[in-house]
């Protein structure tokens, strides 16, 4: 069945970098597209970013373009999340989803995402 693992959060200070990891099993990978959408205490959820299942096509947030990247490995099933500049507002769990198009993926409209990982941004 559907299972996206995220991992590599963590503490970090402003201005420092992280990258989140999402691995993938139990679908035909390249086939999805696969977003990173987070979740901060008391906030609705925001889409962050998405990434087509061939990886040629990518969106953004406004809130994290220029300073996020996000990529896919589909040898490895995997999907990361580069995290530059980071700032404390981007403190959130931060989960990955898989979505059957990317367009669907930028409206939010996932069918199976992970259990989160923390990414908490403090001096």
């Known amino acids: 069945q559907l299972q996206l693992v995220e991992s590599g959060g963590g503490l970090v200070q402003p201005g420092g970098s992280l990258r989140l990891s999402c691995a993938a099993s139990g679908f035909t990978f390249d086939n999805y597209a696969i977003g990173w959408f987070r979740q901060a205490p008391g906030k609705e959820r925001e889409g962050v970013s998405c990434?087509?299942?061939?990886?040629?096509?990518?969106t953004y947030a406004d809130s994290v373009k220029g300073r996020f990247t996000i990529s896919r490995d589909n040898a490895k099933n995997t999907v990361y999340l580069q995290m530059n500049s980071l700032k404390p507002e981007d403190t959130a769990v931060y989960y990955c989803?898989?979505?059957?198009?990317?367009?669907?993926?930028?409206?939010?409209?996932?069918?199976?995402w992970g259990q989160g990982t923390q990414v908490t941004v403090s001096s």
């Open positions: 990434i087509s299942g061939s990886g040629g096509t990518t």
């Open positions: 989803a898989r979505a059957r198009a990317l367009y669907l993926c930028a409206l939010r409209k996932y069918d199976g």
